[in-house]
């Protein structure tokens, strides 16, 4: 996060609002462990306070912390905007087309879709839920189909963003919110996710076909009482939902390292990719290094594992 600035600054493209965060979770004290660790400034709050300065409504029982900025949302198209920029003033040459396989050659690999090929001595994948079937051996990959609500709401400052375990409606055991901001479409709306209970992985035939649908109903129905319990006095003009998937690993870790000669991936974000694909690149371009891994994370924490 304390790289956020100078991206943005040298890109010249804005992505992070540093709107603050409300958290409603049993693991308080955790959580304000790792805010101290990581230079934030997580603290205990009362369900009145919370209640009086965001207008969020808190039931659950579980302790209540807010954390002021630099805590709050990305928006990650913009991030990733940002990224590109960057990458191209180093020289790098991108293909915003699709890739649809690779092969070996005998100076490296090439990477193959409609709109042609290029080559390399050596590449990484970093291709999030449908990455795996381009190795020769898939990795464990947990891919859990997740829907997402957008709700048209007034445009408010005071609102923090939020994440809470155990909401209103029981069919789900967590949610996030990102507060309103303005779409492509023109609307202004919150983005609302979380996850149903008992949700289990599918395989890449059924991701895809998740994608051609329109989410879960029983997912939006619950995220949408969720929403309206948590923000009782907001007035809610329309509802929008998209599937969406989180890309989980057997370690709830990202595998980050070689997974066959020549082809290292960065794949697995745990629901937590957007936000640290900064340093998560980072972290895998050190294997591209004449020293190899160089960081004082440990290898170990994100060992690829194979299905």
Known sequence: MERYPDIAARSGISFHNPCGLVTSSPKATEWIKNSEIAGGNARASEVQWVLEKTGISLDNG???LYEGEPAGYINPRRLVEA???????????????????????????????????????????TTGAFGSELLTHALDLRRMQRTTVTAEIPFDPALPSLICVDPPDERLDEIYWV????????????????????????????????????????????????LMSLLPNVQIESWAQKPC??????????????????????????????????????????????EGWSDALSTSHFEPVFA
């Open 62 to 64: 579980h302790p209540v």
């Open 179 to 226: 507060p309103p901001l303005q779409y492509r479409d023109g609307r202004v709306a919150l983005k609302i996710g979380g996850s149903l209970r008992n949700s289990v992985p599918v395989s890449q035939k059924e991701l895809t076909k998740w994608f051609q649908g329109d989410g879960d109903p029983t997912e939006v129905d619950a995220l949408k009482n969720s």
């Open 83 to 125: 990224q590109t920029a960057l990458a191209k003033t180093a020289g790098a040459t991108i293909v915003n087309h699709p890739a649809s396989s690779r092969k070996k050659t005998r100076s490296g690999y090439e990477v193959i879709g409609k709109w042609g090929s290029c080559g390399a001595r050596r590449m990484l994948l």
């Open 245 to 290: 998937v989180v890309t989980n690993t057997a370690s709830d870790h990202p595998y980050i390292g070689w997974v066959e000669e020549g082809v290292a991936a960065a794949i697995g974000g745990c629901g937590s990719a957007a936000k640290s694909s900064d340093e998560i690149g980072r972290l895998a371009s050190t294997l591209f290094r004449s």
